[in-house]
């Protein structure tokens, strides 16, 4: 169980550019959870999951994991926890390195790194069986580099890296808008595949609405730093983009002048 | 003629044997410059303090070899210090490196309690093994020296950058957000890099103050430049698409490279004052020719746009 409460984030305090990111923002994430995040641009989604994952402190609240409290934790600590796959498919895996490389310092996030070879052998196979899920063609290319791939394949790959040492959270930050629609479909699928069978508690930002009612068992939405829809269970099986579209103009009180979301 | 290239084979010689000793200050510089991709300019007074700490040590009876193992350690310290300014006070690179060095400036001539210490008559480890071999020449005997620890240090890292907390090192440079999203705390790595690096830079100039016969506060003057001009050369010269090894093994081949260059040039009647502009020089354009050709290859297509039209 993870619990954010009265949590608070403002960018350049006290000057002219003062963004208040998130203002109060309590939420209980429970186990099995898969919650899809939405939201307009600057709405707090992604300030939301950074904080989780400590890329920066929260200037008030609490982060408690299973009553663990990280609001103090820095961000390396924090990893053994939590399994991230980011928005730009560059930011996830490393380029200069090889596939089987990045895997194997996926596979030791959250132990201690010793003076021992960085890839053992019997490694190889395991590696070699989760890249054939993907069905990718990457278990034949272990050793090539990873700037060699397609964003997508680099994406897929960092899904994978993300659940190899299977996270307490997973945290997917728009992890398939900056692919073309067919990859991006792709990843998508692999995504529900991945947390289906592993059983992850999720939270998944997305822009596409019909994303965001079709997976997961929760959807949150969130506006100028406030969480203001959480709905779950049979409420959000009969949820339909029109009816979110309604809610948020009540809830806002303001029209959504989101593009990306509106055509998405 | 003849006697020029007599002299410069002689010459020649001698500079094969110099670079060697200074190739493990290579490596070290490799480490910063190519791994970490962080330009570390520490290593100008932590080459002296490698010669410093090897010299005193040596006058005062230490065993010449033990003195070695110390120097390496000082170096370690001296890294320390610029990784520290770097990632917990957060300041710049390069200006890191340069408080560090400056500061070594002082630091030597205390550990030395002057600007230089001679090891006229004392036993360092050439004059030890020039006894143990009779026959052999001093250039012989400094470029064994030197390829025993050259070829040690190769095998050293190679092996360290294949373990885990290498790999994480190596990571580091390439892509830091994700080293720390998956648990690696990034601050560690880069001054792991840089305490790995300045270590055998001070290694090399301990070896090479053995090898001069003292120990001086300016001896590490221009090291950085003539680090990278080593790695360039030899980058250049054996091309960057192979393994690691081979990039550590290209290092060393530029160093020597590098001082075959300089001796040609000295021979060809260059003052050694010259030397410093030359090596800058040599980074200078080594640096700008992959931005040149990328210019050049960005206006091709244009060019033949225009000619389609």
């Known amino acids: 169980m993870i619990q954010l409460s009265h949590v608070y984030k403002t960018f350049n305090a006290n000057t002219i550019n ?36 400590g890329v920066f402190p929260c200037d008030g609240g609490q982060i408690l994991l299973d009553g663990e409290d990280l609001t103090r934790q820095p ?6 926890l939590l399994g ?13 390195m090889g596939i089987e490389e990045n895997l194997a310092m996926a596979y030791r996030r959250g132990r201690r790194r010793s003076l021992r070879w960085g890839i053992r052998q019997e490694e190889r196979a395991l590696y070699r ?27 897929a790959l960092t899904l994978l890296m993300a659940t190899l040492q299977k996270p307490r959270l997973l945290l997917l930050d728009e992890h398939t808008a900056a692919l073309d629609p067919k990859t991006a479909r792709k990843v998508l699928e692999l995504t529900d595949e991945i947390v289906e069978r592993d059983r992850l508690t999720t939270m998944m ?28 269970g049979e409420e959000k099986k009969k949820l339909e983009v029109k009816d979110l579209l309604e809610m948020f103009e009540k809830a806002s009180g303001s029209e959504m002048d989101n593009d990306r979301m509106l055509l998405s | 003629m003849s006697l020029f290239f007599q002299s410069l084979l002689g010459a020649t010689e001698g500079a094969v044997a110099q670079s060697i000793l200074w190739s493990i200050m290579t490596l070290g510089v490799y480490i910063t410059f190519k791994v970490l991709d962080f330009p570390d300019l520490t290593v100008d007074g932590s080459f002296a303090t490698g010669g410093a700490v090897s ?21 370690m310290a001296c890294g320390y210090v610029t990784g520290f300014l770097h990632t917990r006070l957060e300041i710049p690179g390069i200006l890191a490196g340069i408080l560090t060095m400056i500061a070594l400036y002082s630091v030597n001539i205390r550990i030395m309690g002057q600007s230089n210490t001679s090891l006229l008559g004392v036993s360092t480890i050439f004059t030890v093994l020039s006894g143990m071999f009779a026959g052999m020449s001093m250039n012989l005997l400094t470029i064994l020296v030197g390829s025993v620890f050259a070829a040690a240090v190769i095998l050293l890292l190679y092996w360290f950058f294949g373990t885990e907390i290498g790999c994480a090192v190596r990571a580091t440079c390439n892509n830091e957000y994700m080293v720390r999203a998956l648990g690696v705390n990034t601050n560690y790595t880069k001054i792991l890099g840089l305490v790995l690096s300045n270590g055998l830079v001070a290694l090399s100039g301990a070896l090479v103050a053995q090898n001069q016969g003292y120990g001086d506060v300016q001896m ?10 080593s790695v360039i050369i030899g980058e250049v010269l054996m091309g960057s698409r192979f393994s690691f090894a081979y990039k550590l093994i290209s290092a060393v081949v530029g160093s020597v490279i590098y001082r075959v260059i300089i001796a040609i040039v000295l021979q060809m009647g260059l003052q050694s004052t010259d030397l410093k502009l030359l090596t800058a020089a040599m980074v200078a354009v080594a640096l700008a020719i ?20």
């Open chain 1, 129 to 155: 069986e989760k890249l054939k899920t993907l069905e990718l063609g990457l278990e034949d290319r272990l050793s090539s580099k990873v700037g060699l791939l397609s964003g997508g394949q680099r994406q």
């Open chain 2, 290 to 309: 992959p931005v040149v050709r990328k210019r050049m290859l960005k206006k091709a297509p244009e060019e033949e746009q225009e000619d389609a039209e």
């Open chain 2, 55 to 75: 010299a005193v040590l040596v006058t005062q009876g230490v065993d010449p070899l033990l003195s070695l193992l110390i120097a390496l350690l000082a170096g």
């Open chain 1, 75 to 80: 961000e390396y600590r924090r990893a053994k």
């Open chain 2, 220 to 229: 590490g003057t221009g090291t950085i430049m003539v680090g990278l001009a």
């Open chain 1, 84 to 96: 991230r796959v980011f928005q730009d498919p560059m930011m996830g895996t490393a380029s200069e």
């Open chain 1, 18 to 53: 003062e963004k208040k990111a998130l203002v109060n923002v309590n939420l209980t994430i429970e186990s099995g959870d898969f919650i899809t995040v939405i939201g307009g641009n600057g709405a707090g989604k992604s300030t939301m999951l950074n904080l989780i994952a």
């Open chain 1, 205 to 232: 930002v997305t822009h596409n609405m019909r994303d965001a009612i079709r997976l997961g068992n929760r959807l949150i939405m969130m506006h100028e730093g406030r969480i203001i829809l959480d709905i779950m």
